[in-house]
């Protein structure tokens, strides 16, 4: 059963930085990203990385955010620096074994739970 496990948030004062990670259960992912979803917002994509390499930012976190795999411990991450309180969400990881586009977005079969970023000011 796959599983996607996230961990690393918790809350920061503007200007700080948090690393969150993604651990999974070795599936082979052609796709991985990073979403969140504040409240009252729809859930929005933040970056996503594939096994080539390529990294897709938001540009609402371009230039502050990190993605990045680690395929020997079947972890994801993001380093998340600069923190802004709009970047307060939960925070949840995704993956797909094919990157594949359905109406223009890219589909991600599995999701984590999430973890919360509190951002004050």
């Known amino acids: 059963q796959v599983q996607l496990v996230e961990s690393g948030g918790g809350s920061v004062q503007a200007g700080g930085s948090l690393r969150l990670s993604c651990t999974h259960s070795g599936s082979i992912f052609n796709v991985m990203g990073w979403y969140r979803q504040a409240p009252g917002y729809q859930r929005e994509s933040v970056a996503h990385?594939?096994?080539?390499?390529?990294?897709n930012y938001a540009s609402s976190v371009q230039g502050r955010f990190t993605i990045s795999r680690d395929y020997a411990e079947n972890t994801m991450y993001l380093e998340m620096r600069n923190l802004k309180p709009e970047d307060t969400a939960v925070y949840y990881c995704?993956?797909?074994?094919?990157?594949?586009?359905?109406?223009?977005?890219?589909?991600?079969?599995?999701w984590g739970q999430g973890t919360q970023v509190t951002v004050s000011s």
């Open positions: 995704a993956a797909n074994p094919t990157i594949t586009l359905v109406d223009g977005k890219l589909e991600m079969t599995y």
């Open positions: 990385i594939t096994s080539d390499g390529d990294r």
